[in-house]
T-cell receptor, first 113, second 116 residues
């Protein structure tokens, strides 16, 4: 079955430490890939996207993600986390012949001082 | 990028009533979508709102429960009908403004609905 999986429900990280959020997808073809962030009480903001080309994608707020076709993964990383990065992070995909976003379950990131 | 507003931002409603949520975009867009985010859950697509035709609903969602209007290219409404506590969710609209090829979706701030 087609799916987007975020294995980590909740991650706690110290301010200044690095962060990596995992995302795996299961589709017949490589979909378009996205990472969104939802801060408490806020809507969704796009961090970055991958359609094709360079497999290391730079996004806003210092985030980057790496597409690995062999592992069907699109993991999100940030070298040094700030307290304002505490939020819910969603991986999402769109099939290349469609417009409908499918979301993973989300990962809650808590940042401790 | 498109700027999207939603009204109301939140509401508390009684069981059995209906609520209409408005979504306004600052530019003309082809594709508009409605999502539901139940408490502590991810987002689930309810339907695609098409201008000039009926909305296209996803599995598990029906028009009688979630009627949608799309009178023009900048506006859409979602009605949550005959509400029950299980309808308590955040409802978000989104838009995709490139009809020729997918680019990205922009999301509104959401409407937080509580049904008592």
């Amino acid at each position: 079955a087609q799916s987007v999986t975020q294995p980590d429900i909740h991650i706690t990280v110290s301010e200044g430490a690095s962060l990596e959020l995992r995302c795996n997808y299961s589709y017949g073809a490589t979909p378009y890939l996205f990472w969104y962030v939802q801060s408490p009480g806020q809507g969704l903001q796009l961090l970055l996207k991958y359609f094709s080309g360079d497999t290391l994608v730079q996004g806003i707020k210092g985030f980057e993600a790496e597409f690995k076709r062999s592992q069907s993964s699109f993991n999100l990383r940030k070298p040094s986390v700030h307290w304002s990065d505490a939020a819910e992070y969603f991986c999402a995909v769109v099939l290349t012949n469609d417009y409908k976003l499918s979301f993973g379950a989300g990962t809650t990131v808590t940042v401790r001082a | 990028s498109a700027v999207i507003s939603q009204k109301p931002s939140r509401d508390i409603c009684q069981r059995g009533t209906s609520l209409t949520i408005q979504c306004q975009v600052d530019s003309q867009v082809t594709m508009m979508f409605w999502y539901r985010q139940q408490p502590g859950q991810s987002l689930t697509l309810i339907a695609t709102a098409n201008q000039g035709s009926e909305a296209t609903y996803e599995s598990g969602f029906v028009i009688d429960k979630f009627p949608i209007s799309r009178p023009n290219l900048t506006f859409s409404t979602l009605t949550v009908s005959n509400m029950s506590p299980e309808d308590s969710s955040i409802y978000l609209c989104s838009v995709e403004d490139d009809a020729d090829s997918y680019n990205e979706q922009f999301f509104g701030p959401g409407t937080r609905l509580t049904v008592l």
